[in-house]
């Protein structure tokens, strides 16, 4: 029989997963944060937002599965986050909101708003998006202003319901991180799938201020939790206590993720030198599966080894952790079997997003394709 342990401990690697895949495809935020800076004119301004929108949907489909998937395998996590810091959240899904109404009915022939005001949610979109995001997983190192009574109710003891993470310099530090990647990924995808020269001579050159800013970001965030106290799990009694280089001691007990996390870091580095240096067009493939890897690793230690992933900064008890957290073991054994068709959706990801992208994005390829966005 299948222990609930292991299945818990299944779920958090599934979620983690999901988060690397979810860090890598807001590309398409940060790519949507260069519609005014970038092109030259309406025409090449329609190339990007064509190249993006090809791609949002996955995205979006990718942010729903993370969700849906962490509401099912750990349910008092959303009852306590969502319940607690709804205005953070509500900020984050309604800037994705906008986003889908601007692929929407940007380019539709009674569009009354102007394509200007899409293009408008678009930049908000890949701004609020990218950094929210990152705040609100940043809490998972950081902690949150909430307790749990005997009934698991939540109690949230912040007036500002979430927008109090926003004022914590640790959590801006990675929500900015997230945002600059986000960017730096968004040039490189535009550079590896755009046909217009000026385009990509101006992307590139792009690229390196983007990169240094989020290398700044990056390691303020690391050295932070590498350095700091961590909730730590008492395996005996349950007890949760604040241990000295918990998350620094996480990558050296779980040696395979600390590897992981170098490579990933690696990747993205080396992914920006081939496009800067070497004037590759490839560069996304290396930075993006970095960041697929840097954050599925930054989800492991902050939910495995005996770590509790959403600290309670008012009551240390109330931590959540990933074994008092989850769903029942039926449940997530359930959920177990019907995660073994992942693989076959990541295939068919694969085939659609190749099929989308056969061919360099033009002018002319955009108005012979007969849909524009």
Known sequence: MISHAFLQQYWWVIISLLGGLLGFLMFVQGGQTFIYS????????????????????????????????????????????????????????????????????????????????????????????????????????????????????VIWQSPAHGLE????????????????????????FIINTVGDEDLLSKARSKVPLNSLFFLVFFLYFVLMILLKEGPAIEPSKGEIFMQKFKYMHNFLQMFPVLIMFLAGVAGVLYGIYVTVFMESRKGIWFSGSGAILTVFALFLVAGLNNTAFYPSLDDLQSSLTIYRASSSRFTLETMMYVSFIIPFVIAYIWYAWRAITNRKISYEEIESSGHAY
């Open 38 to 153: 970038l092109p030259l004119n309406g025409m090449q301004r329609k190339i990007i937002v064509n190249a993006l929108g090809r791609k949002w949907e996955f995205t979006f489909t990718t942010l729903v599965t993370f969700g849906g998937a962490f509401f099912a395998s750990f349910p008092l996590f959303y009852a306590t986050s969502f319940g607690g810091a709804y205005w953070l959240w509500m900020l984050i899904l309604f800037s994705f909101i906008i986003q889908a109404i601007a692929y929407e009915y940007r380019s539709k022939p009674s569009n009354v708003l102007g394509s200007n005001t899409y293009d408008i949610f678009l930049l908000i979109n890949g701004s609020l998006g990218p950094f929210l995001t990152g705040v609100a997983v940043a809490t998972f190192f950081t902690g949150a202003h909430f307790s749990l009574d005997n009934l698991n109710r």
């Open 165 to 188: 993470a926003i004022a914590d310099i640790r959590n801006m530090a990675l929500g900015f991180a997230l945002l600059f990647l986000a960017r730096v990924n968004g040039l490189l």
